[in-house]
Antibody, heavy 121, light 109 residues
Framework: EVQLVESGGGLVQPGRSLRLSCAAS????????MHWVRQAPGKGLEWVSG????????GYADSVKGRFTISRDNAKNSLYLQMNSLRAEDTALYYC??????????????WGQGTLVTVSS | EIVLTQSPGTLSLSPGERATLSCRAS???????LAWYQQKPGQAPRLLIY???SRATGIPDRFSGSGSGTDFTLTISRLEPEDFAVYYC??????????FGGGTKVEIK
């Protein structure tokens, strides 16, 4: 059974940093691209960032480019999101999602339950 | 960036009725690289349709997708009580930049 478990969310002040993690199990992690997708309270879905199986291809939404960094450790079956210079508008539930493919972004066939990030003073 | 516009914002229907949801793209989505998801309150999204018309594993055949280019449709042939939820379209034709539509809420009339 595929499982994606996010952690690392919490309350953080504007301008500070936070690192999210996603622990994957139930599939061959290094065969697939992975993503972060967020959802602000009461709002729709927003793709944040994606990374290919070997970290060779990485993409970011314009809203986070230059502030967020995605990475993965295939030996640990883990995905990460380093979030710097956080803003109030980054407040959201952050989902880890598995891509159907290994290389580029396609669609998301499995999702975690999310970790909540609240940016507030 | 391809912008996806979903309509209507809210669809009020009764169980047993047919639901037709629209997703329009600001430019052509290559190779019909469009997916649909269902999200219920407090839950993560669930993949329904990919490639504009292919049902994901375990998805009932009352769900169907169609369209190409800039206009796509998700149809639920006969609404079951568990189908009342929010539905999102997502394009992956301009990968690695992926985008979602704003969502359509299907509510009980």
């Amino acid at each position: 059974e595929v499982q994606l478990v996010e952690s690392g969310g919490g309350l953080v002040q504007p301008g500070r940093s936070l690192r999210l993690s996603c622990a994957a199990s139930g599939f061959t992690f290094d065969d697939y691209a992975m993503h972060w997708v967020r959802q602000a309270p009461g709002k729709g879905l927003e793709w944040v960032s994606g990374i290919s199986w070997n970290s060779g291809s990485i993409g970011y939404a314009d809203s986070v480019k230059g502030r967020f960094t995605i990475s993965r450790d295939n030996a640990k079956n883990s995905l990460y999101l380093q979030m710097n210079s956080l803003r109030a508008e980054d407040t959201a539930l952050y989902y880890c999602a598995k891509d159907l493919s290994a290389v580029a972004g396609t669609f998301f066939d499995y999702w975690g339950q999310g970790t909540l990030v609240t940016v507030s003073s | 960036e391809i912008v996806l516009t979903q309509s209507p914002g809210t669809l009020s229907l009764s169980p047993g009725e047919r639901a037709t949801l629209s997703c329009r793209a600001s430019q052509s989505v290559s190779s019909s690289y469009l997916a649909w998801y269902q999200q219920k309150p407090g839950q993560a999204p669930r993949l329904l349709i990919y490639g504009a018309s292919s049902r994901a594993t375990g998805i009932p055949d009352r769900f169907s997708g169609s369209g190409s280019g800039t206009d796509f449709t998700l149809t639920i042939s006969r609404l079951e009580p568990e189908d009342f939820a929010v539905y999102y379209c997502q394009q992956y034709g301009s990968s690695p930049q992926l985008t979602f539509g704003g969502g359509t809420k299907v509510e009980i009339k």
